[in-house]
Structure formats: structure tokens, C-alpha cells
């Protein structure tokens, strides 16, 4: 049982460049969700999803997008890179089911946009 | 001015001392109120949580929670060099439908 896995772990890209950000799960849980985190600002919901086919932004989704078409996975793409998106990533998730408390998170991707 | 504000430190306190830790918030709609513990360079896992005012005491971990002050607290007695790590606080309810974070306190124990 994996819960969380993000990859990759660690990404350095060039600005213009695009890339996808992977998140799968295996407990089954409905809520997925992107989160970064910068120094100072503690962790800002991108996007999130409810279920499979159902995407939401969040705080601040501006150059990114989403897409869910199965339980286990929600990608995050960044469509032109830039060095404000350098930060921390991460995917967390949790089931509709429990309380609002149990959200699991990803150890994360660190990217840097040069 | 964010919604959660909480004190970024650092924190550094010796072996044993107690810790406390402590978030203000201004959106009354919170109901569910939770800290997590972050390692570093690892995401943030659960430590506690709580529902509505009231405190909540989970081994040499206390939460509270004042909704009329708005404002949360974590307590770590006889604390230990593996509690060192940032320590984030979280809320979520009513319109409020996303968990909002505090920036996260930097804790080292020394030795």
C-alpha cells in the first residue's frame, strides 16, 4: 500500500518549457488535490477534484490545468513554465467519506524553473 | 491579510522544555481546526485535529482551540529532538469548503 505517490521528485525546467506532474493514489479516495508551497506562504491550493471527470480550481490555478479521468490519478500541468511556478508541489488526497481531518499528503516535487 | 496567521520562527528550544505553538484566524466559518507536522523535505502528515472550541490531548500533545478569540494552540511537553520539524496549522468549514494553511512555525529541540 503506496497511499501518495508523486513523481517525479525533483524537476528543473526551462521557461516555455511544459511538463506534467504526476499524482496516484491506492486508498481510493474521491478528493484529490495540488498544493505549493513557497517560503513565507505556507501551502496554496492549485486545483482539486471531487471524482473522476469533476475539476475545481482553487487559490491560485493561474498556468496550470488539471484534468481526472480515473480514481487513482490527477496530473498537474504546467502549459509554459515560468520562474514564478519554482516551488514545492504537492498532491494530497482524501475520502468523502471521513471528516474533513484526513487528508494525506504526497512527499512532493520540487521544481525549479531557471 | 491572510486568513490564517501563524508565527513562521524559528522556534529553538532545548530538549525537555515545553513548546507552544499558536495560529490566529479571521473566517468565523471554521469549524474543523488541525496541525500538521512537516520533516523536512517531506509533505506534511496529520498530527492532530479538532472540532469547534475545547481542547484535545493526544500523549505529550495538546490542542485547543478559542473560536471566540479566534485563535489555536499546540502544546508539546517534555519535548524531544525528533519533534524538530515545521509545524503548519489548518482550518476548513462551513462556506469555507478548502483547508486553509498558516505559513508553519520552524521547531528545532536541541539536545
Known amino acids: 500500500n503506496a497511499g501518495v505517490t508523486q513523481t517525479p521528485k525533483f524537476q528543473v525546467l526551462k521557461t516555455g518549457q511544459s511538463m506534467t506532474l504526476q499524482c496516484a493514489q491506492d486508498m481510493n479516495h474521491e478528493y484529490m488535490s495540488w498544493y505549493r508551497q513557497d517560503p513565507g506562504m505556507g501551502l496554496r491550493l492549485i486545483h482539486y477534484?471531487?471524482?473522476?471527470?469533476?475539476?475545481d480550481q482553487g487559490e491560485v490555478p493561474n498556468g496550470y490545468n488539471v484534468s481526472r479521468s480515473t480514481t487513482e490519478d490527477f496530473p498537474l500541468r504546467l502549459l509554459s513554465a515560468a520562474p514564478s511556478q519554482t516551488s514545492v508541489y504537492f498532491c494530497a488526497t482524501k475520502s468523502t467519506g471521513l471528516a474533513n481531518y484526513g487528508y494525506t499528503f504526497g512527499s512532493g516535487t520540487r521544481l525549479t524553473v531557471v | 491579510q491572510k486568513e490564517v496567521e501563524q508565527d513562521p520562527g524559528p522556534l529553538s528550544v532545548p530538549e525537555g522544555a515545553i513548546v507552544s505553538l499558536n495560529c490566529t484566524y479571521s473566517n468565523s466559518a471554521f469549524q474543523y481546526f488541525m496541525w500538521y507536522r512537516q520533516y523536512s523535505r517531506k509533505g506534511p502528515e496529520l498530527l492532530m485535529y479538532?472540532?469547534?472550541?475545547g481542547n484535545k490531548e493526544d500523549g505529550r500533545f495538546t490542542a485547543q482551540v478559542d473560536k471566540s478569540s479566534k485563535y489555536i494552540s499546540l502544546f508539546i511537553r517534555d519535548s524531544q529532538p525528533s519533534d524538530s520539524a515545521t509545524y503548519l496549522c489548518?482550518?476548513?468549514?462551513?462556506?469555507?469548503?478548502?483547508?486553509?494553511f498558516g505559513s508553519g512555525t520552524q521547531l528545532t529541540v536541541l539536545p
Open positions: 477534484s471531487v471524482g473522476a471527470g469533476i475539476t
Open positions: 489548518a482550518m476548513i468549514g462551513g462556506s469555507a469548503r478548502q483547508l486553509t
Open positions: 479538532t472540532y469547534s472550541s
